[in-house]
């Protein structure tokens, strides 16, 4: 794993943020080591859904340490490919006749959509600035404006 600490290339994301809070992050990638995904895994929810490759946070684990070298590899050299999210259709409100469609990431997918990537530029290190977008597309790991306030 990198000798950088995970929350010394935080702190180096929030210094720049307040530096220059015209600018928008395109991308975080650069900021990713296996020490950052791997608090990212043992953050993410264990218990949920799995998508549709069906494979479960107890497959996942049995070769962590491949799969998080495998994933980090393609995120920084932007083979990574979000796969389809599974589709299910949950009760809408208290009826319980209506349904309201929602997607299931693959257990691979949500550790990459970073929770505590989230969690943390919400946290007061960004205590200046609105975090405005968290988006992933096929381009760009993560995408993340930040905006001053006032």
């Not at 997918?109 to 405005?132: G, I, M």
Request: hydrophobic letters at 30%; charged letters at 25%.
């Amino acid at each position: 794993m990198e000798s950088e600490s995970v929350s010394t290339k935080q702190r180096r994301i929030a210094e720049l943020a307040r530096i220059h809070p015209e600018v928008s992050f395109t991308s975080l990638a650069y900021h990713i080591d296996l020490r950052w995904l791997h608090g990212a895994y043992k953050r993410t929810r264990k218990d949920g859904a799995v998508g549709v490759d069906g494979q479960t946070a107890e497959e996942y684990a049995k070769d962590l340490g491949n799969n998080l070298r495998s994933l980090l590899e393609r995120a920084k050299s932007g083979t990574y490919v979000a796969p389809p999210v599974r589709r299910k259709n949950i009760p809408k409100g208290s009826s319980g006749t209506e349904t309201r469609p929602i997607g299931i990431p693959t257990f691979e997918d949500k550790v990459l959509q970073y929770r505590d990537l989230s969690e943390y530029c919400r946290s007061s290190c960004f205590s200046l600035y609105d975090v405005a977008i968290f988006s992933r597309n096929s381009t760009s790991l993560l995408e993340v404006s930040v905006i001053q306030k006032g």
